[in-house]
C-alpha cells in the first residue's frame, strides 16, 4: 500500500483529532478520564488503525484495519451523542462533529472497496 499519509481519509482523520481535542477542551475537569478520554482515544484510532493497516502486506489485512477505524467512528459519533444529552456539545458542535465523522465513513468504504477489488 503507498504512504497512508498520502491517503485523502487519513488526513481528513487527522483534521478530526484535532477538531476533538480542541471542542472536548471545554467539556468539565471531572470528564478527563471519562467521556474526553474515551472520545479523544476513539478519534486517535481512526487516523491510527489506517497509519497500521498501510504496514500490512496483505489486502486482507489492510481491509481488517480499516474496518476497525471504522468501528472507531462510529464509537466517535455515540460519544458525540452522549455529549450532546449531557449537555457537554450544542446541537451546532454535534452535527458538524457528526457530519464529519460520517465523511470519514463513506471515504474509510471508499477506500475499503478499492482494496478488496
Do not use: W
Not at 27 to 43: C, V
Amino acid at each position: 500500500m503507498a504512504n497512508f499519509q498520502q491517503l485523502d481519509v487519513y488526513k481528513v482523520a487527522q483534521e478530526y483529532i484535532k477538531e476533538i481535542y480542541q471542542i472536548t477542551k471545554s467539556y468539565p475537569k471531572d470528564e478527563k478520564y471519562g467521556l474526553i478520554d474515551q472520545i479523544r482515544r476513539a478519534t486517535v484510532s481512526i487516523a491510527a488503525n489506517i497509519a497500521e493497516g498501510c504496514g500490512r502486506y496483505h489486502p486482507k489485512d489492510f481491509t481488517q484495519f480499516l474496518r476497525i477505524a471504522r468501528g472507531s467512528s462510529y464509537e466517535v459519533i455515540a460519544l458525540l451523542d452522549a455529549s450532546l444529552n449531557l449537555e457537554y456539545l450544542n446541537k451546532k458542535d454535534h452535527d458538524a462533529l457528526y457530519t464529519k465523522a460520517e465523511r470519514i465513513n463513506m471515504m474509510l468504504n471508499g477506500l475499503i472497496n478499492s482494496v478488496k477489488k
